[in-house]
């Protein structure tokens, strides 16, 4: 460090994040009090868009490749060097393994390189704490010491309950996550990978009531998710519309492109979906009440989503904190974030013995 970065140097410890658990390079530089430095989310959807949806054997060559110049740029932005950082934190499961593997192996190595301290980190765990994360150039919040966390993700549809730093799971999806359900019925329309945002923004032109879906419970009463169900409901009314001759112009994403009732009944679909998260939310809170929600994952971006959980929590006097837009999809500043929470419980892996699992339960 120069002698003037060395006036202004971030609060201790200076933490290095890698994710490289699915399809995104990301590395992140963070102050000790968990101010954002540089959060660089290098995206591999060119390389994985011919094929529409993520090819695991691309995905880690890329990581590969991407690697140096991610971390370049990060360190060059937090203008700070490699021998400033003291603390190392990486993805250790689930995911894509060997994805993970080879963030997994490039963090372990940095560290042991370092000298310095290790933390090999639940990627939900990354998202879980991560509506904590500040604004530009804010330090993170402190985590309440009991809320309920949902994540909704590509490959998951969760709530926990975090209490003292516990992590206990009290729903989860027993077959599809939303995020993937909005891929596929996305895919079936043409729409390019990730379908989900596209979906989104073309649900916000259609009107729900046009074309309503039900929402699946599950038969035995408990909280747990479902949506194999809504997407089968929503791939035979595409099929439906298909045969009256109402299809998605091919490559089109434009909603004033396509026709109206493929529009309401993508409306019809989020509308649903959404819906089933607020009556397994409700099913939790009436289970054991919680005054603090927090709100994570990719499909935390949905335009619906934010709108009805900041709804229903506030006709509820329950606090929200949802997470930023910045850090709701794969990024790394999630993951040294959730170092540094361990960092300060006082909990550090041995670099020589982390390994990576592409199943792996939450529970801390
Ligand atoms: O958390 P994330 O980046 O990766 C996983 O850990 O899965 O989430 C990616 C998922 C994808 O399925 C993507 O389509 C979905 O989040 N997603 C959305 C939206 N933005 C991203 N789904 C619905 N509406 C959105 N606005
Ligand atoms: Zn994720």
Not at 131 to 141: I, M, T
Not at 261 to 282: C, H, P, T, Y
Request: hydrophobic share 45%; with cysteine.
């Amino acid at each position: 460090m120069s002698g003037e970065q060395e006036a202004r140097r971030p609060v201790a410890p200076l933490v290095l994040g890698i994710e490289t658990s699915c399809d995104d390079t990301a590395c992140a530089v963070m102050a000790g009090d968990g101010r954002v430095l540089a959060s660089v989310v290098s995206s591999q959807l060119a390389a994985h868009r011919p094929f529409g949806g993520v090819v695991p054997e691309i995905a880690s060559r890329e990581h590969l490749r991407n690697w140096l110049p991610v971390e370049a740029e990060a360190l060059t932005t937090a203008g700070v060097e490699l021998r400033d950082v003291e603390l190392v934190a990486a993805t250790r499961g689930p995911g894509l393994i060997g994805a993970l593997l080879v963030g997994l192996s490039l963090g372990k190595s940095i560290a042991y390189g370092l000298g310095v301290p290790f933390h090999a980190i639940h990627h939900l765990e990354g998202h879980l704490y991560s509506p904590f994360l500040g604004g530009p150039g804010e330090p993170a919040a402190a985590p309440p010491e009991s809320f309920a966390g949902l994540v909704v993700s590509g490959g998951h549809t969760s709530v926990y309950r975090v209490d003292a730093e516990r992590v206990a799971t009290v729903a989860e999806t027993r077959d599809d996550a939303m995020g993937e359900v909005f891929d596929k019925v996305g895919k079936r329309l043409g729409l390019p990978y990730p379908q989900g945002p596209v979906v989104d923004v073309l649900a916000e032109a259609g009107d729900p009531a046009a074309h309503p879906f039900s929402i699946a419970a599950c038969s035995d009463g408990s909280a747990d998710f479902s949506y194999s169900g809504l997407k089968s409901q929503a791939l035979l009314a595409i099929e439906a519309l298909e045969r009256r001759g109402i299809e998605a112009p091919p490559g089109e994403t434009a909603s004033d492109a396509m026709p109206g009732e493929l529009i309401d009944l993508l409306a019809g679909f989020r509308a649903a979906a959404v819906g089933q998260i607020l009556d397994r939310l409700e099913r939790v809170l009436a289970a054991n009440r919680f005054d603090h929600l927090a709100v994570s994952g990719g499909v935390a971006a949905n335009r619906l989503l934010r709108r009805e959980v900041a709804r229903w929590c506030a006709e509820r006097g329950i606090e929200l904190s949802l997470v930023a837009l910045a850090y709701s999809g794969d990024n790394a500043g999630m993951i040294a974030h959730a170092a540094l929470l361990r960092h300060r419980a006082g909990r550090a892996d041995d670099p020589l013995d982390a390994e990576a699992a592409s199943r792996l339960p939450l529970e801390v």
